[in-house]
């Protein structure tokens, strides 16, 4: 359900203004309204789209101003295309042209603006026609925030004129300041070690705001790509934006980095959040979803204030989506592309297009990701066998190279809050550079890490936090936690376990232990023979797992076996053009325990429906066609 509040005409008093804030965050390089996985156009996503809803918006309120809130420079075959092939060109970027074309007046950097390496980012940013703020970045750290030298500038004030309720002119100071996750330091080590430091969100807030003030700011905006967690949430610092609220001199939060919208009712039972007033902690706060879905309208009614300054005296906020068609039914009502967008991206798109067709070898068999969620995948084994093949050589000759070698993967498109059609889906015959991108879309760079039985068991427990309890005896129950994002539920390759979802769960979908008693893993063994708690293996599996990405608890460094700058997709194409051709048919790996009289129910992609008698050591059938697009399937312990 959406909470977002139509735009209705606001009357303003004498003293009155009229600003209106405009918002994008989590494009990921979805500029235009083409899937390049699946090589068709999609209504509902581009940022073409998105620029045809900030043109209206404009015109309905001159006095506007256009943010983003990070993570615009990844996250597509586009955006793989521009860092492997302009690192030596220094042509203008895309997404930057894109902006530009816009006319932003701000923007904030997310996580992933950093995963291509810094010296590909400065050379991204410097032509973009507006300003860039980054508070908690540093590359070099001084005795408080305030005393860093930031990697870009930590705020800026920007001077609006808006005319009052009177007619009169009036000259408003708008301050706007940048945050990323903290967390960035250790999900793009490779990339920043060394040569950033990241401080705690809040901390900064704390010691950069008083400064806006005596700088002029007379309203103050955060561009936090960060979003909303409880108090108690292990991801507190990640995603800040409730105790961000909480400091004096904000008046108005910018969010992103979850993928979700704000307001609405996912985050209704968060204390300090009213969903229907669109605030936290009072605060007027917005997040408009993700891949351009949705386009941030926040209309501010200001005065100013008997000591200075102005303050803002009401609000609403609408998020105002591209697309109202329905998923699956052939009925679409999307908005049309802008122009200005498609052709600055025009040159890259085609470039793009030619290049992710390269041949890199031949698969046998499809390979998907539909049922990646209850039962062995090849596609994920794929992957697991390009890591460990890689990491066992990389090994060779060094005093763990005795060690067996096990593999982590998980699947990053499975559905979820990006639709059904958010699946790989490839189909047998040639695979390319489009079908690396789809196996594993994201730069990831490759490690392995030294875990004991014990340890991989915990890990194994975290990851079973996708189930949904289920009670014996009952039929069609709900299987998976729709608060747990697919890319947290590995499999660990070379091992063989069981996971019975009828134990209450050992942690919570972010992360924190619910209680020490629970336990869902167990027969775990290695080939064939019982795992001992000391028993030592080598777990090939990425940077970002490592370091504790997903709720995970962060690998120690001395567990790490093996650092690299490998990106593991491209270990993945070596290791298929060294094959030539894929004929992989998925080895046992984990199994439900056996639940008699129980089924569970489950979605996945319509296209799953007709490969269900494809699924080894499951009994599957097709239930129903969901609203959001979806085939519900029914399965038996």
């Known amino acids: 359900m959406n909470f977002s509040h139509p735009s209705n005409e606001l009357h303003l008093k004498p003293e009155e203004a009229h600003i209106r804030i405009l918002q994008t965050s989590d494009v990921h390089m979805h500029l235009l309204a083409y899937d390049y996985f699946s090589a068709t156009n999609n209504p509902q996503i581009g940022l073409s789209r998105t620029a045809t809803l900030v043109k209206t918006a404009r015109a309905e309120v001159p006095n506007s101003l256009l943010f983003d809130t990070g993570d615009f420079l990844q996250g597509n075959p586009l955006g793989d295309q521009v860092a492997r092939h302009d690192k030596q060109n220094a042509k203008l ?18 996580n992933h603006e950093f995963s291509y390496g810094l010296g590909f980012l400065i050379d991204s940013l410097i032509s973009a026609h507006f300003p860039l703020v980054l508070a908690n970045v540093a590359r070099s750290l001084g005795h408080r925030p305030t005393a860093d030298r930031t990697f870009l500038h930590p705020y800026r004030v920007l001077q609006k004129t808006a005319r009052d309720g009177s007619g009169s002119q009036q000259t408003i100071r708008i301050g706007m300041i940048g945050f990323v996750p903290p967390q960035t330091a250790v999900w793009d080590r490779h990339a920043v070690e060394g040569q950033l430091y990241f401080r705690d969100i809040v901390e900064t807030a704390r010691d950069y705001i008083p400064r806006m003030k005596a700088d002029g700011a007379d309203l103050i905006i955060a561009l936090a790509h960060s979003g909303i967690a409880t108090p108690d949430d292990p991801q507190v610092q990640e995603n800040a934006v409730l105790p961000l609220s909480e400091i004096d001199g904000i008046d108005a939060i910018l969010c992103g980095h979850q993928h979700r919208l704000f307001p609405d009712s996912v ?23 993700f891949w351009g879905s949705h386009l941030g309208v926040m209309d501010l009614v200001v005065a100013p204030k008997d000591s200075g300054g102005w303050e803002i005296r009401r609000h609403q906020t609408e998020l105002r989506p591209i697309y109202s068609g329905v998923p699956q039914s052939g009925i679409s009502d999307s908005i049309t592309e802008a122009p200005e967008v498609v052709t600055a991206v025009h040159d890259h798109h085609q470039l793009t297009l030619s290049d992710i067709e390269k041949p890199v070898g031949v698969t046998r068999h499809p390979l998907n990701t539909f049922f990646a969620l209850v039962a062995d995948d090849a596609s994920l084994q794929l992957v697991a066998q390009a890591q460990s093949d890689y990491v066992a050589r990389c090994l060779q000759g060094s005093p763990d190279a005795t060690l067996p070698v096990l593999s982590a993967v998980s699947p990053f498109k499975a559905g979820g809050q990006a639709g059904a059609s958010n699946y790989t ?6 695979l390319t550079l489009r079908s690396l991108a789809d196996l594993y879309p994201f730069p990831n760079v490759i490690c392995a890490v030294k875990l004991t039985g014990r340890e991989i068991v915990e890990w194994l427990e975290r990851c079973a936090a996708l189930f949904l309890r289920i009670s014996q005896g009952l039929r069609r129950q709900a299987l998976h936690n729709p608060d747990f994002p697919s890319y947290s539920f590995d499999h660990i390759v070379g091992l063989e376990y069981q996971i019975d979802p009828s134990q209450p769960p050992r942690y919570t979908p972010k992360g924190r232990i619910v209680s020490d008693e629970n336990r869902r893993i167990s027969a775990i063994t290695w080939r064939g023979n019982p795992v001992g708690p000391d028993q030592e293996f080598i777990v090939a599996t990425n940077s970002f797992r490592a370091s504790g990405g997903g709720g995970f608890a962060p ?48 979605k996945t992609s319509l296209n799953a429906v007709e490969r269900l008698m494809d699924i080894p050591r499951r009994t599957l059938s097709f239930d129903s066609l969901t609203e959001d697009g979806f085939a519900m399937i029914h399965m038996d312990f």
């Open 93 to 110: 970027h895309p997404a930057i042209a894109a902006m530009n074309a816009l006319e932003y007046d701000g923007a904030t950097l997310g």
């Open 267 to 289: 985050f209704a039972n968060i204390p300090g959040v009213d969903i229907l007033d669109g605030t936290v902690n009072g605060k007027p706060a917005m997040m408009p979803g």
């Open 425 to 430: 889906d490839i189909g047998a015959g040639p």
């Open 555 to 602: 690998v120690p460094g001395e567990k790490v076996a093996l650092e690299t700058h490998r990106q593991v997709r491209d270990i993945l194409g070596d290791y298929i053009r060294h094959l030539g051709t894929v004929d992989i048919v998925p080895e046992p790996v984990w199994r439900f325990r056996k639940l008699s009289g129980t089924s569970a129910q489950f």
